[in-house]
């Protein structure tokens, strides 16, 4: 148990659906990340969220819209994605910049 | 932006040895994480450790920031230490929250 929680573990979808992804946290942090891991690739930062304001924001396409209501729950909206889009997310807390990030478990997403 | 790279890529070991996994990074860092990755994706955190030496029973690693590499030791290795083992960085110019990840090295521990 990581104190983070990501949900579904595991989603198929077709490439004209819209789902999201959920991740909440349970230590108290102020900072929360996505990440995309995909097959032969080191991990990649997607977005960072620091006291619900977005400070990063890596060049991700607009398939991809993340929202940040609190500071222990983040999303990620997925529409129209491609097939190149299949990967492990993984979603991330930490107290604050510079500081020790944690994991959770993942999104194994597969688009078809 | 900061490069990190592993070495080796892969290494195989039989249970109870020891081995050493090595990450050069190529500018100065605010945090140095190292994670192991089992076969059902969970990232485990490791160690934090952008300077000095850490011990946690049979894992130490070691970051000498003036000179840009971190060292991951495992004594007496088990099958369940298998698994990718990860090195992160987060430099210490522009962003203090984007970790670079390296490619990781792939350990397999043989019974």
């Known amino acids: 148990e990581t104190g983070v929680t990501q949900t579904p573990r595991h989603l198929v979808m077709g490439m004209t659906n819209k789902k999201s992804l959920k991740c909440e946290q349970h230590l108290g942090h102020n900072a929360m990340y996505w990440y995309k891991q995909s097959a032969k690739k080191p991990l990649e930062l997607m977005f960072v969220y620091n006291f619900k304001e977005q400070t990063e924001n890596n060049s991700v396409p607009s398939r991809f819209s993340p929202e940040c209501p609190n500071s222990s729950h983040l999303f990620l909206h997925l529409h129209t994605l491609q097939p190149e889009d299949s990967a492990l997310y993984l979603c991330?807390?930490?107290?604050?910049?510079?500081?020790?990030?944690?994991f959770g478990d993942g999104t194994r997403l597969s688009i078809l | 932006g900061i490069q990190v790279e592993q070495s080796p890529p892969d290494l195989i070991l039989q249970e109870g040895a020891n081995s050493t996994l090595r990450c050069n990074f190529s500018?100065?860092?605010?945090?140095l994480q190292w994670f192991h990755q089992n076969p059902w994706g969970q990232l485990i955190n490791l160690f934090y450790i952008p300077s000095g030496t850490k011990q946690n029973g049979r894992l130490s690693a070691t970051t000498v920031a003036t000179e840009r590499y971190s060292l991951l030791y495992i004594s007496s290795s088990q099958t369940t230490d298998s698994g990718v083992y990860f090195c992160?960085?987060?430099?210490?110019?522009?962003?203090?929250?984007?970790?670079?990840f390296g490619k990781g090295t792939l350990l397999t521990v043989n019974p």
């Open positions: 991330a807390s930490s107290p604050g910049a510079s500081q020790p990030q944690h």
């Open positions: 500018d100065s860092v605010n945090n």
């Open positions: 992160a960085v987060g430099g210490s110019g522009g962003s203090n929250y984007k970790l670079t």
